[in-house]
């Protein structure tokens, strides 16, 4: 279905082996004359082939040393790009840039395609510091390191060694001495690594925010609302959002929470209790193993539309899955774009539970804008912002949600199923906002002692909490709840996005249910623009506004209660 680009600049058989080979490519490029919009044009291309060939090869080194953490040979190939290519390509990036920034002919290209990208490098340049470039390959180093302490991470339960997400499974479990068992199992292995967890944050915490100060910025925070080019909303924004949240979400939870300890005849609500059925039915088992969830996936997205299906079966033809959770995979789901070949790959640890559903939906999501983009002009066009990027997945989780009765023959669990998505969506948010301010206070206040940031934790985490769940004689595991979330370490401020495009993906489903053919044709629209409208130009696109306003809140949350079984 798919073949991959031609590449016009190198040559057909180039493969990344080291930086001499690429050296002559990146100074062809800083010394070429541009004499014309249409040297500039050509010059813009040339520039684009290059970098997909290098965001490719940097994303299989990466896919296969998540796939498997323990491959030391693997973690080394990845170390290689990050600590020999990369600081040699930074320099040369930033003289690029310049070059592009500096042409008498760029005017002539400043057209609406252009428009995002040239403004995103302008804004590269303001933040370059060469002091950083060392700096990079220290962070991408230590990065890695939490998938490998998580990956290895391992419990006990039925006399076999399993998965932290495999254990979770247990969480729906209809007997509660089972679900406190995994509970403390899960809790217990976590307690083990956290000092370690902890050692390895504050080596982050210390380089990011000397990142910072280099670049000129008081904090990491300020650094990072412009390296991630957040040039349609604001730190006022985020803060409005979380208080939205918190006036608008956190009651629903609570009311929820408290229904939820009434419907079990609980005299109160532990932690084990909040995934189990409230009718006492048994855990829902969507597909038996890895083939039948890409089996079902094709099925299910054959029922929305041919394309989707055919995009799924060409990736599996094309061995761009690995979804099944295993001791020493790295903990997650992402979905990869491979610029070069424009067809992404997909990771996940699945577990045979509904979530796995529905994170394999929301990955598809993500899959699909990036083959949608692939035909663009430049790789730059295809490097949309997360806001954008989540708005395609979380869209697909609702937007598939009829068509995933083939993972639930009987109507009855297919209900249930959708019923449980709808809860996460109201549970999700506060966590989100949770996330997001903890990080704004972290890189706000970065001389902090370890003490003071666990305290924080449970200070933010309270004001999101519904106080129903009793945590009595587990006090000692919350001040480290956030080791779990696997952005903190990795992509710092990479999560209140989710939030953002859970509300846009909401107003899709919301249109989707009014009108599906349209609501569909502009999810694909909005899809195919890449990043050559601003965000807000993005979701109108997709026919909503990108809004994160306490009404807009509202709104969409008794939309979503007005479809919950």
């Given at each position: 279905m798919f073949t991959k680009h031609p590449n016009k600049y190198?040559?057909?058989?180039?493969?990344?082996?080291?930086?001499?080979?690429?050296?002559?490519?990146?100074?062809?490029?800083?010394?070429?004359?541009?004499?014309?919009?249409?040297?500039?044009?050509?010059?813009?291309?040339?520039?684009?082939?290059?970098?997909?060939?290098?965001?490719?090869?940097?994303?299989?080194?990466?896919?296969?040393?998540?796939?498997?953490?323990?491959?030391?040979?693997?973690?080394?190939?990845?170390?290689?790009?990050?600590?020999?290519?990369?600081?040699?390509?930074?320099?040369?990036?930033?003289?690029?840039?310049?070059?592009?920034?500096?042409?008498?002919?760029?005017?002539?290209?400043?057209?609406?395609?252009?428009?995002?990208?040239?403004?995103?490098?302008k804004k590269e340049l303001e933040i370059y510091r060469e002091e950083n470039t060392p700096l990079f390959v220290e962070l991408a180093a230590l990065q890695q390191k939490y998938g490998q302490i998580s990956g290895a991470m391992t419990v006990e339960m039925d006399g076999k060694t399993i998965t932290l997400q495999q254990a979770a499974n247990f969480y729906k479990s209809t007997d509660r001495g089972i679900r406190k068992q995994a509970f403390e199992q899960i809790a217990n292995r976590r307690l083990q690594d956290a000092d370690t967890l902890d050692d390895l944050f504050e080596q982050l915490l210390k380089i990011r925010h000397q990142v910072a100060l280099n670049a000129g910025f008081a904090n990491f925070r300020d650094y990072m609302f412009s390296a991630m080019g957040r040039f349609?909303?604001?730190?006022?924004?985020?803060?409005?959002?979380?208080?939205?949240?918190?006036?608008?979400?956190?009651?629903?939870?609570?009311?929820?929470?408290?229904?939820?300890?009434?419907?079990?005849?609980?005299?109160?609500?532990?932690?084990?209790?909040?995934?189990?059925?409230?009718?006492?039915?048994?855990?829902?088992?969507?597909?038996?193993?890895?083939?039948?969830?890409?089996?079902?996936?094709?099925?299910?997205?054959?029922?929305?539309?041919?394309?989707?299906?055919?995009?799924?079966?060409?990736?599996?033809?094309?061995?761009?899955?690995?979804?099944?959770?295993?001791?020493?995979?790295?903990?997650?789901?992402?979905?990869?774009?491979?610029?070069?070949?424009?067809?992404?790959?997909?990771?996940?640890?699945?577990?045979?539970?509904?979530?796995?559903?529905?994170?394999?939906?929301?990955?598809?999501?993500?899959?699909?804008?990036?083959?949608?983009?692939?035909?663009?002009?430049?790789?730059?066009?295809?490097?949309?912002?997360?806001?954008?990027?989540?708005?395609?997945?979380?869209?697909?989780?609702?937007?598939?949600?009829?068509?995933?009765?083939?993972?639930?023959?009987n109507k009855e669990d297919h209900q249930r199923a959708q019923t449980e998505h709808l809860e996460g969506i109201i549970e999700v948010l506060p966590w989100i906002a949770t996330v997001d301010k903890f990080q704004h206070w972290i890189y706000t206040n970065p001389t902090h002692n370890r003490q003071e940031r666990r305290q924080a934790w449970l200070d933010i985490s309270g004001e999101f909490s519904t106080r129903v769940v009793d945590w009595t004689s587990y006090e000692h595991i919350r001040p480290t709840g956030w080791h779990k979330q696997l952005h903190i370490f990795e992509v710092p401020f990479y999560y209140i996005e989710y939030g953002f495009a859970q509300l846009g993906a909401l107003g899709v489903w919301k249109n989707y249910l009014d009108n599906p053919a349209d609501a569909l044709q502009k999810y694909k629209d909005a899809l195919s623009i890449g990043y050559m409208k601003t965000i807000p130009g993005i979701y109108e696109t997709a026919g909503v506004k990108f809004d994160f306003s306490a009404a807009n809140i509202r709104r969409l949350m008794e939309l979503v209660q007005g479809k919950m079984g």
């Open positions: 190198l040559p057909l058989d180039f493969e990344v082996s080291d930086w001499t080979g690429l050296k002559p490519f990146f100074e062809e490029l800083q010394s070429r004359p541009i004499d014309s919009a249409f040297g500039l044009r050509n010059w813009l291309q040339d520039l684009s082939g290059l970098e997909q060939v290098l965001e490719e090869d940097l994303g299989w080194r990466y896919i296969r040393m998540t796939c498997d953490t323990t491959d030391k040979a693997l973690e080394e190939s990845y170390l290689f790009f990050v600590s020999e290519i990369e600081p040699q390509i930074a320099p040369f990036s930033n003289s690029l840039n310049k070059k592009m920034a500096e042409c008498p002919y760029l005017k002539e290209l400043d057209s609406a395609d252009y428009f995002t990208y040239f403004r995103r490098v349609d909303y604001t730190v006022a924004d985020c803060e409005a959002f979380h208080q939205s949240v918190k006036d608008e979400v956190v009651p629903l939870v609570r009311k929820m929470d408290e229904d939820r300890m009434a419907k079990l005849g609980l005299g109160e609500l532990r932690p084990w209790d909040t995934e189990v059925d409230l009718d006492g039915k048994p855990p829902l088992k969507p597909f038996a193993d890895g083939k039948d969830l890409l089996d079902k996936t094709v099925q299910c997205f054959g029922a929305i539309d041919p394309w989707f299906k055919g995009c799924i079966e060409a990736m599996i033809q094309m061995g761009h899955f690995d979804v099944e959770s295993r001791i020493g995979k790295a903990p997650g789901g992402y979905n990869y774009p491979l610029p070069a070949t424009g067809v992404p790959f997909i990771f996940m640890n699945a577990a045979s539970n509904t979530r796995d559903v529905e994170t394999m939906v929301h990955e598809a999501g993500h899959a699909f804008h990036s083959i949608l983009t692939r035909d663009l002009e430049l790789n730059a066009q295809k490097n949309f912002p997360s806001e954008v990027a989540e708005l395609a997945s979380m869209s697909m989780e609702l937007i598939s949600s009829d068509a995933q009765a083939c993972f639930y023959p």
